[in-house]
């Protein structure tokens, strides 16, 4: 009797699957953090990934496919963040410091999804007349913001006036961190941002008013 072939199960070719997707996202994370998106190619990929361009295209139909899949993550990463501590915080400014706070230490510990998230081409693309699936990550991200300030304030307060306010904290954050990334130290960056901060939400407090 012949011995019987035992085949690979679903399960590990799946995980074999899974582990190949893992490594080419990351690949594409460090190189589009290092060149931009839009100067990076998929043989960059590929080749940071030690792997062939057929096996890149199994999985991913391109580069933008790539961006797309990193950038949801990222926002997802974010958002938990942002929303870990909802129980904890008890006012408007404890939610702005808490913020700011989070977003620094996403840009302290997964500094590579940072750069991604508020890389200036990933950004302008956006701009463009058809951003397809890239704008619904940003969106989700807005969103996350207004929903968990919306329940320290007044409900008269204009849904608009709420999306300036998130759009303002992205801003704040992505300015500050392109610059500080230009010659400052990691501890320099903190001692810098702590002032600013604070002067910043009290704007924001003043903005979004007492109603």
């Not at 230490?105 to 500094?111: A, D, I, L, M």
């Not at 919306?150 to 610059?179: E, M, Q, T, W």
């Amino acid at each position: 009797m012949s011995a019987k072939v035992v085949k690979p199960s679903a399960t590990r070719t799946q995980k074999r699957s899974r582990h190949t997707r893992q490594r080419l996202q990351q690949a594409a994370l460090d190189v589009f953090a290092e060149k931009g998106w839009d100067a990076t190619t998929v043989e960059d990929i590929t080749q940071k990934a030690d792997l062939g361009k057929g096996t890149l295209y199994r999985h991913f139909s391109d580069k933008e496919e790539i961006l797309v899949t990193l950038v949801d993550q990222a926002v997802d990463h974010l958002s938990k963040l942002l929303t870990e501590r909802s129980a904890e915080i008890d006012t408007l400014e404890d939610v702005l410091e808490h913020y700011l706070t989070a977003h620094y230490e996403f840009y302290r510990e997964n500094s590579e999804e940072f750069i991604l998230l508020f890389q200036g081409r990933v950004l302008l693309k956006l701009q463009s007349e058809s951003p397809g699936d890239l704008e619904e990550p940003y969106i989700r991200y807005l969103q996350t913001i207004e929903e968990e300030i919306r329940p320290y304030l007044s409900p008269r307060i204009d849904p608009l006036k709420i999306r300036r306010l998130a759009c303002a904290v992205a801003g704040f954050i992505f300015g500050f961190f392109s610059f500080a990334m230009i010659g400052m130290e990691p501890d320099e960056i903190e001692t810098s941002i702590k002032p600013l901060r604070r002067a910043f939400v009290r704007s924001l407090c003043t903005f979004l008013g007492r109603e």
